[in-house]
């Protein structure tokens, strides 16, 4: 069974850091590539940042240059680092993953950016 936990969000103030991470379970993690995606109260789910399998990156143009993706295939775990947040940044952020023609979810996790 596919298990994806978030943890490691919660309130920041503008400018401050927050490392997201997400555990994977009942895969062979290092196979798959990762996703961190968010969604603000309103607002379609979009994709902020992936990281394959060799550790390529790619990211949202409104995040580039301050969130870094990062996996660990000994811990099962992807991390999203988060840097120069913004409230903007305000979202409930996924991992997530695609296996046999489906997407897996975790729960997610919230950040808020707010003085």
């Known amino acids: 069974q596919v298990q994806l936990v978030e943890s490691g969000g919660g309130l920041v103030q503008p400018g401050g850091s927050l490392r997201l991470a997400c555990a994977v379970s009942g895969i062979i993690f290092s196979l798959y590539p990762m996703n961190w995606y968010r969604q603000a109260p309103g607002k379609q789910r979009e994709l902020v940042a992936f990281i394959s399998r060799a550790g390529d990156t790619d990211y949202a143009d409104s995040v580039k240059g301050r969130f870094t993706i990062s996996r660990d295939n000994a811990k099962n775990t992807v991390y999203l680092q988060m840097d120069s947040l913004k409230p903007e940044d305000t979202a409930a952020y996924y991992c997530?993953?695609?296996?046999?023609?489906?997407?897996?979810w975790g729960q997610g996790t919230q950040v808020t950016v707010s003085s």
């Open positions: 997530s993953l695609g296996l046999n023609g489906r997407y897996y």
